[in-house]
């Protein structure tokens, strides 16, 4: 069984998310805090943690900088999801780069929580997996200077790593492994999020814009994302 520790300083979210996980299949332990989940972790195997940012008594971001700190080599390398009510593009890169694995904005779809979720540990447990015993060369995407490890789920842009959500490398798989054709914003929510959940429209115009900064943050001239106005955007030949 998966065991996922859940943190938070909100009652209702422990009650709801942590049952609604256990219907799935989870075992779930809940912490208001950051200091009492730091202290559960380091006593109990943990596969996933799920941090609120903003909490009393050690927040979500310094939580995580204790679990990366650890001696315990299988806590130190636990994936972590952020969930959080903050809208800033700044505190979901710093929480990439300070390595959590995604990122889910509050108020959140159990669907779209429960396949992250799957998608992350997958996604672990692919990067645990020695390189030895896979063929990298055959399981990586390369377009140009953008590479992509599905396996591992990793983004590198002219060799340097691309910190990108778990959606938002479901959306630069989708435009990139067919440049040219556009893509509508029903096609992208679909590659991002499945056919079983819904989000609104302007959800993808955010991510692109989100992706472009995070590209040119390394590469100024980058412009591969097309923009088709009125309908949808593409990968640049």
């Known amino acids: 069984m998966t065991n996922i520790a859940l943190v938070d300083d909100e009652s209702n979210i422990l009650t709801s998310v942590s049952l609604a996980l256990e219907t799935e299949g989870f075992s779930v332990d809940t912490y208001k805090n950051g200091e009492d989940a730091f202290i559960g972790l380091q006593n109990k195997k943990y596969d996933l943690g799920l941090f609120d940012i903003k909490m009393p008594r050690m927040n979500g971001n310094e939580l995580l900088m204790k679990v990366r700190a650890s001696s315990n080599l299988e806590l130190r390398n636990m994936p972590i999801i952020f969930l959080t009510s903050k809208d800033q593009e700044q505190d979901e890169i710093i929480g990439l780069k300070m390595g959590a694995a995604d990122y889910i904005k509050k108020p959140f ?15 672990h447990a692919n990067r645990l997996v020695d390189e030895k015993d896979k063929n990298i060369s055959k399981q990586n ?15 590198f842009w002219q060799n340097n790593i691309i910190e990108l959500t778990v959606a938002e490398f479901n959306l630069i798989r989708s435009l990139s492994k067919h440049p040219g054709v ?44 097309r923009t088709r106005y009125g309908s949808g955007y593409s990968w640049r030949e």
């Open 109 to 123: 779809s159990q669907k779209l929580l429960n396949e992250r979720i799957r998608t992350v540990l997958r996604v």
């Open 141 to 155: 995407f390369k377009k140009g200077d953008l590479v992509l490890d599905d396996l591992k789920q990793l983004c």
């Open 182 to 225: 556009i893509k509508d914003r029903n096609q992208l929510m679909d590659a991002m999020y499945g056919d079983s959940i819904y989000v609104d429209d302007r959800t993808i115009d955010s991510h692109i814009k989100r992706l472009r900064k995070k590209f040119k943050s390394y590469d100024n001239s980058f412009d591969q994302i």
